[in-house]
């Protein structure tokens, strides 16, 4: 929606159904509004188009299998940078703009930035982006049934994606357990380990992060959790 500054009004530019987008601002000429969306109800793996604001036009800057978000046009408007996992973890990328219209393919600006939160450009051009590195792991204690107090040092239950582990739940039986594995919160994988020999089944879910840790079914043939 277009709200006016002077009077208040309002306008519909276009309706996205149940996916919400990501705006990434006007451009500095006015003419065009950017912003990602996802390419259906789930809102998973998002494309990142702009609008022309009089809503004559409409393109498609990026699309692909990729998750692409977090668009923000360069200060000259020559460029949109925005975050996409396609090379396999988060990155910065950019394409090339003429008008509301992409030139060229988009092109790798930096690798592996992980989670970032953009802030927007200086004057010289400089970006400035916020980024958290959190990593989460499961730890495995011995208790005293009687007192509950510890009677040996935690140890990690996997030795393997070490800080991307998160959300565990013991199987009702106490001899599995399930957890929530990976770098990217919004694209969690599904693991069940054994806890006696350590042998593990992934399942390639699109869970959300440990938040919302997996929860045994009472006869622990199924487990359950929160998707993206």
Not at 57 to 64: M, W
């Amino acid at each position: 929606m277009l709200i006016s500054v002077s009077d208040g009004s309002v306008t519909r530019l276009k309706s996205t159904g149940w996916r919400s987008p990501g705006l990434g601002g006007f451009s500095p000429d006015g003419k065009f509004l950017l912003y990602s969306v996802g390419r259906n109800e789930t809102g998973d793996d998002q494309d990142i188009l702009v609008i022309a604001v009089d809503g004559t036009s409409e393109t498609v800057l990026v699309e692909g299998p990729s998750n692409d978000i977090q668009p923000s046009w360069t200060p000259d408007g020559r460029a949109v940078l925005f975050v996409s996992d396609r090379s396999g973890s988060q990155a910065l990328w950019a394409v090339r703009m003429e008008g509301g219209t992409p030139k060229g393919p988009a092109e790798l600006i930096r690798p592996n930035v992980g989670q970032i939160w953009p802030k927007g450009f200086t004057r010289d051009g400089s970006f400035f982006y916020g980024s958290l590195d959190r990593q989460v792991d499961l730890y495995v204690a011995s208790l005293d049934p009687a007192t509950l107090a510890v009677i040996a040092q935690p140890t990690p239950l996997t030795d393997r994606f070490v800080g991307s582990n998160s959300g565990g739940a013991w199987s009702p039986a106490g001899r599995l357990v399930a957890f929530l594995r990976g770098p990217d919160r919004r694209s969690k994988s599904l693991v069940v380990r054994s806890v006696s020999n350590g042998t593990e089944r992934t399942l390639p879910t699109r869970f959300m992060d440990g938040f919302f840790p997996a929860r045994w079914a009472r006869r622990g043939s199924r487990t359950a959790g929160r998707f993206w």
